[in-house]
């Protein structure tokens, strides 16, 4: 909720990308420390497919993380509506594509930027070589430094829970282009998320 809450709305009221991309940032951050000893701070579909993955969580537990961060998307989407509904001008903080952007380049840029972020993840927060209490600070910098490069670009998604409820709610307004290319917010991530785990898997040599 709060990552869709507070990052849509940094970009309806005008934010610019260094406002967009910190507050993004800042409240995973911010998040992790503050409910990851309760949940393990599954805030993303794609970092959760991942751990399904690499088998640190159980399929049920997956399922249901994923049901709630979509749930909670979409919730904090209409919340925004309701709140600011001058947010459809920029279709509620959706993440949309610049002009000109072609579907492979959104793919590719979606995979490279969450590839990133689930390694970061995978390296810091998953791996018991890594230094105790930085995940959190790692994570939230990953994510601000992927929305700088990618943000202008694609909206730097990397989190289909992101992408999802804010495009459901555009869509339900019957603003144009709502639902443009969602579907390489899925892929994208959830490929990007799954190379990266493999990945780090084979570099740190854990399981």
Do not use: C
């Not at 594509?97 to 689930?118: H, K, Q, W, Y």
């Not at 959190?136 to 994510?143: D, E, Q, R």
């Not at 998320?193 to 780090?200: F, H, P, T």
């Amino acid at each position: 909720f709060a990552l869709v809450f507070f990052g849509t709305l940094a970009i309806a009221t005008g934010g610019s990308i260094t406002a967009v991309a910190l507050t993004h940032g800042l409240v995973i951050a911010i998040m992790i420390y503050s409910v990851g000893h309760i949940s393990g701070a599954h805030f993303n579909p794609a970092v959760t497919i991942a751990m399904l993955y690499r088998k640190t969580i159980d399929m049920q537990t997956g399922i249901a993380y994923m049901l709630t961060q979509l749930t909670a998307g979409v919730i904090a989407a209409v919340a925004h509506a309701f709140l600011f509904p001058m947010g459809s001008k920029v279709n509620f903080g959706s993440n949309l594509p610049a002009l000109g952007v072609s579907d492979l380049n959104i793919l590719i840029l979606e995979i490279i930027l969450t590839f990133f972020l689930v390694f970061v993840i995978f390296s810091t927060a998953v791996s018991k070589k890594a230094p105790v209490g930085w995940h959190g600070f790692a994570i939230g910098l990953i994510i601000t430094v992927d929305i700088f490069a990618g943000g202008h670009i694609t909206g730097a998604s990397m989190n289909p829970a992101r992408s999802f409820g804010p495009a459901i709610i555009s869509y339900y307004y019957g603003l144009e282009n709502s639902l443009q290319s969602h579907h390489l917010y899925w892929i994208g991530p959830i490929l990007g998320g799954l190379i990266a785990a493999y990945v780090e898997k084979i570099l740190n040599n854990n399981k």
